[in-house]
Every structure is written in structure tokens, then in C-alpha cells.
């Protein structure tokens, strides 16, 4: 990553690859004409080509929703989605697209295409599961291995519906003689890690006119708003090792460093807006009490609504532990791991993305899917609340929501669009046991769904040109004059790991 990036609208050398990337920030579009809107809210007709991208998923649901099974069988943390990696990587090229691996540096990272020229429309994957979220497909507390990851985010559910689209988009490109190209980005690490981030800087993205994708959430809608910017990062200090009892004088405790640098952060939050978050977790807190510990750790995630808020904040820690260094003769070490500006939302691809989730509209459940749905949630202590049966409205203005996501910088670069399919009749919190149930049970239903909005989408930027511009046009007005400067260092490298060993550090 080139300083050119840190800087606004500007070339980042990748190579000998030369990639044009915006760094900026801005509020999206104003209001929506009442025009606009009622236009909006008629469904389209689904033609020709939509009716047989339409077909051949509905034909091949049952293939779709064992490849759903099979990821969720297989859960692996960021960076180590070797096994969902490979699945998804097989079925693609059995449906005749060709797939570059290792891309990015990262041995889960993967990008496959089908079709060629342009224009280049792509869809993203998330393959990894969460630490500690085994579970059987079961509604009471009960892990597959103890201590072990699970699709608590239901990412299990994204890859079968996404490469499931890419199949018979490339089929409509063939079938019609279309010119364009149509590519699915394997992305790791979205929980943490940030695999997109190293795909951009790699110039991965560069021809991209379209980025479109989805996820499970507790309503069915398209997600016309605005995440969390967040940074996380990693303060290493680093004392003396002594004999806590023979010679304490002789120690630096970097454990002591970590406590009040911790507490110094506590005190901060009063000072804090209150859409502001402040998480953290300490890493390594040394080894044994008799022994002054001479390293420890403390790891920070911290979110805002605006990436500018994000860095004042980084900046005001930064200081804190530099405080508890001195404090207690110690030294520190800050890394900051991942720099994600908010996702930016897109009104012409929202508008073009709510047409065909209207038109494909929200699960339907079983009454044998509320029965078990309610067992589940009530087996977590928690009250069922009922999910809306239909498709919610899209709103005139980008909503701001409380979850972060890597998807921030590529957003900023090629216009990006979401939507989200409820996996449940009853709402489910993300990162929770229930999640890794539902993502294997009701959950799959929405794998077709997805299929489809996002097909149909596809289909709909291949026939009009002049969408794609409009996407183009909105992505520029909302960056025109605003800049940025990401705080994780130039020319930084993804952990990388060894199939088989994922309770390992990264070499």
C-alpha cells in the first residue's frame, strides 16, 4: 500500500499494477424525489432472462443448501478457511469457471471468473466462523467440540447462494452472447483480519464497475446504510522478568503497563460520543504470578459512526498507553491491524437491488421452522420476537447501523451495494450460539433467496449499461473533496497459516 493511498484520490503501485483508488469520505446523496421513490416501489417484471436464471436455481436448491451443510460442517477462523475455501473453489470450476487461487498472498483468498470483457459486475464471499460458537443443530446449549468455531454469523449461508448466482449469470452471458464478465471474490478474515483490504491493496479490484453482495440480518431489506468505521489494534508492552517475591525490585511488570493503560481507557469512555464503541480484550497477560511478567498484551477494537472519529480516538488510546508506559518504566509497541471506514451505501444500486428483492420477497416459514425457531431462542434466556414477514421498505435516506464490516475501504472504491435476507421467523442475534443453529437449520432457506436478488441484479447491469454509470456517478458525488488516512502501515502483509493447525500463531 503507496503513501498515494493515505491521501485521497490517487494511484496506489501495486507492482507494476498501477490502480486508481479514492480514499474519501462523505454523506451520501440527499433526499429522494417523491417520484423517484414510487417508481422505486413497483416490483419489476421478471423476463425472460431472469425466469430461467430463476429456473435453474429453483432446480438446484437441494445442491445449494448441502453445499450451506457442508460449509457449516467445516467452521475455520479467519484466514484459515481452508476447507470452505476448497468447496466453494470445486464447485465453481465445476460449473466452468475459472478460479485464481492464493490471491492477495492469502493461501483462502480466491477469485473466480466466468465471461469476459466488460462490464465486470462481481460478488463477494465470507467463509469464516467465530472462535467458541460450536453447536449442534440442536436448541439447547450443546457444542460439536468445546471451545471450537461455529457459523455464528451465518457466513456458511453466503458462499452456496453467491456462487450459486455467479452459475447463472455466466449461463444468461452465454446463453445471450452478453459481453461482460462476472466474478466472485473469495474473501477471508471479514470477522477479523480484514481479508478484503488486503484484495483491494493488491490492485484486485481495480476493474471492477460493480460490487454487489449480501447477509443474513433479522429483516429482509436492502441495506441502504452506513456501518461502523473501526480500527483494531494490538499494544504490546514490554518489561524486566524477575522473581516476584525474591526480587520484585529488580521486575518492569508489563502486566501492570496493560491494567493501567485498561483503566486509563475506562476513564476515557465518559468522554466519548455516544455512538462511540471501545472493546478490548487482554491477549497476554503473562505467564505465572511468581514470576513479574516481562510481556503482556492488550488488543482494541474500536468503532464510530465517521472513520475521522475512529482515528481521533486511536489517537487519544494511542496516548493512554503511552502514559501507562512511563508510569511503569515500561515500553509499548502499537499496531494497528485494520483500518475500516464506514461502508458507503448506494442509491442507485439500493434502488436497483430493492426492485428485485421485491419482486423475489422475504422467506416463507414453516409452522415446524417457528416451533423450533421459538425452542431456540427461548433456550438462550431470551423473549421470541417475530421477524416482518415482507420486505421492508427501502428508505429515502442511508439508515446508520451498529456493526462493522470490511467492506468499508473497497466501498470507497468501486460502487458497492447490499442486501439482507432474515434467516429466521424469529430474531436471532448475530455472534450467539442460536445463530450457529439457525445457520444450519431454517437459515438455508434463504440461500435461493439470496440466489436470486443477486442474479436478477446481475442481469439487470448486464442489459443496461447506463445503471452502472449511474452506480459510477453516485460513488463520485459522495467522495468529490473528502479525504481520509487509513492508520495501518504501508506494505503490511496477511498472517499466514498452515492447514491443519489453527490454534497456531501466523508465521
Not at 133 to 143: F, G, L, Y
Request: charged share 20%; aromatic share 6%; net charge negative.
Amino acid at each position: 500500500m503507496s503513501n498515494a493511498r493515505r491521501s485521497g484520490l490517487g494511484w496506489v503501485a501495486i507492482g507494476l499494477v498501477m490502480v486508481a483508488v479514492p480514499v474519501c469520505l462523505a454523506p451520501a446523496a440527499g433526499a429522494v424525489g417523491d417520484e423517484r421513490a414510487a417508481a422505486n416501489a413497483q416490483a419489476p417484471r421478471i423476463d425472460v432472462d431472469k425466469t430461467a436464471a430463476f429456473n435453474w436455481i429453483d432446480q438446484n436448491v437441494d445442491q445449494m443448501k448441502a453445499l450451506g451443510k457442508d460449509l457449516w460442517g467445516t467452521p475455520e477462523l479467519s484466514f484459515r478457511e481452508f476447507k470452505s475455501s476448497a468447496t466453494l473453489i470445486r464447485y465453481l470450476e465445476r460449473n466452468g469457471f475459472t478460479v485464481a487461487m492464493n490471491a492477495a498472498g492469502m493461501a483462502t483468498a480466491f477469485v473466480a471468473t466466468g465471461g469476459s470483457g466488460k462490464p465486470v459486475v462481481a460478488f463477494w464471499t465470507e467463509e469464516d466462523a467465530l472462535a467458541g460458537m460450536s453447536q449442534q443443530a440442536a436448541p439447547v446449549r450443546e457444542p460439536v467440540i468445546a471451545g471450537g468455531p461455529g457459523h455464528a454469523c451465518w457466513h456458511n449461508l453466503i458462499g452456496p447462494s453467491t456462487a450459486a448466482a455467479a452459475v447463472a449469470v455466466a449461463q444468461f452471458l452465454h446463453r445471450t452472447g452478453a459481453p461482460g464478465t462476472i466474478r466472485v471474490y473469495g474473501t477471508p478474515a471479514e470477522e477479523t483480519g480484514g481479508g478484503k483490504d488486503f484484495m483491494l491493496d493488491a490492485g484486485l479490484f481495480k476493474d471492477v464497475d460493480v460490487l454487489l453482495g449480501w447477509h443474513p440480518s433479522t429483516t429482509t431489506r436492502t441495506e441502504f446504510e452506513y456501518s461502523k468505521a473501526m480500527a483494531e489494534m494490538h499494544f504490546r508492552f514490554r518489561g524486566v522478568a524477575s522473581h516476584a517475591s525474591v526480587a520484585p525490585d529488580k521486575g518492569r511488570s508489563a502486566l501492570h503497563a496493560v491494567e493501567l493503560m485498561d483503566a486509563g481507557v475506562n476513564a476515557l469512555r465518559e468522554q466519548l460520543k455516544e455512538d462511540a464503541r471501545v472493546q478490548y480484550v487482554i491477549s497476554n497477560g503473562g505467564g505465572e504470578p511468581n514470576v513479574i511478567p516481562a510481556d503482556a498484551e492488550s488488543w482494541y477494537i474500536v468503532r464510530a459512526n465517521k472513520h475521522d472519529e475512529v482515528a481521533d480516538i486511536v489517537q487519544w488510546i494511542s496516548e493512554i498507553a503511552k502514559g501507562a508506559a512511563m508510569m511503569t518504566r515500561t515500553q509499548v509497541d502499537v499496531r494497528v491491524d485494520n483500518d475500516q471506514p464506514e461502508v458507503l451505501p448506494n442509491r442507485a444500486l439500493a434502488e436497483m437491488i430493492d426492485r428485485n428483492l421485491h419482486a423475489v420477497g422475504a422467506p416463507v416459514f414453516r409452522d415446524e421452522d417457528r416451533t423450533f425457531a421459538r425452542r431456540l431462542v427461548e433456550g438462550g434466556g431470551r423473549e421470541p420476537v417475530p421477524v416482518r414477514s415482507e420486505v421492508v421498505a427501502l428508505p429515502r435516506e442511508p439508515t446508520q447501523e451498529a456493526y462493522s464490516t470490511d467492506l468499508g475501504n473497497v466501498s470507497w472504491t468501486v460502487p458497492t451495494e447490499r442486501f439482507a435476507v432474515a434467516p429466521s421467523p424469529y430474531a436471532i442475534a448475530p455472534h450467539t450460539w442460536q445463530a450457529t443453529v439457525n445457520a444450519a437449520t431454517a437459515g438455508l432457506d434463504a440461500i435461493p433467496i439470496a440466489a436470486k436478488v443477486l442474479a436478477a441484479t446481475a442481469i439487470d447491469l448486464f442489459k443496461a449499461p447506463a445503471a452502472i454509470e449511474n452506480a459510477k456517478k453516485d460513488l463520485d458525488a459522495a467522495t468529490n473533496g473528502h479525504t481520509y488516512k487509513l492508520l495501518t502501515p504501508a506494505g503490511r502483509k496477511p498472517p499466514v497459516y498452515r492447514e491443519g493447525a489453527p490454534g497456531q500463531a501466523p508465521r
